[in-house]
């Protein structure tokens, strides 16, 4: 029987253990606390120089936002409508640019059968109906991109070293290579 103090030696992160509790109760307080902001329909007020980069940083004005309590707010309020993002409260919406994906998986572990990322943000998650992984592969390279859903229509791409862990954990099922996480299996070949 592994322990907490096993899990952790072996590289497994405690927050995601306590996640793998949650989850086995079918919860996560972190999603709960969130705003509203699928409810909100506010005025557009246009876009404001402020971006997302594929490393998961924000800029505003060209300028790295490094305040990660603020960064955290604004992805509070972060709505994906029609492939546009925007910042949206109850009486404004305002564009912003992001660069792939707006979250970034930083860390990925396995408990009683789920698959659990974290990202930089501090959003805990796992792989499930809700949370599907997918992987886009660029036509021109070949070269695959792998994301996570975490809320809504919000994706984070998958770290390069959590993207090898989770390809480690690949079989084949049907002739297809993938993943299975809460009894739901993920292609990691980009197919459907």
């Known amino acids: 029987m592994n322990t907490i103090k096993d899990k952790i030696a072996n590289g497994f992160q405690p927050e995601l253990y306590a996640l793998a509790a949650e989850k086995a109760q079918g919860d996560n307080p ?16 246009g876009d404001i120089d402020m971006r997302i980069k594929r490393d998961g940083s924000w800029d505003y004005m060209g300028t790295p936002i490094n305040r990660v309590r603020m960064v955290r707010l604004f992805s509070t309020i ?12 109850p009486t404004e919406k305002v564009g912003i640019k992001v660069d792939d994906a707006p979250f970034v998986a930083v860390e990925m572990g ?5 698959i659990l990322f974290k990202t930089n943000l501090g959003d805990y998650l796992s792989a499930n109906i809700d949370h599907p992984i997918r992987i886009v592969i660029d036509s021109e ?26 390809a480690d954990l690949a079989v084949e099922h049907k002739g297809i290579y993938g993943v299975w996480s809460g009894n739901v299996f993920f292609a990691l070949d980009g197919s459907k």
């Open 30 to 45: 972190k999603e709960n606390n969130l705003p509203p902001v699928h409810l909100w329909d506010p005025e557009f007020c």
């Open 78 to 89: 972060l709505r994906c409508d029609d492939g546009k993002y925007y910042l949206v409260t």
């Open 110 to 114: 396995v408990e009683d059968g789920y």
């Open 141 to 166: 390279t070949g070269e695959p991109s792998p994301y996570v859903r975490v809320r809504d229509n919000l994706d984070a791409l998958l770290s390069r070293s959590v993207y090898y862990q989770l």
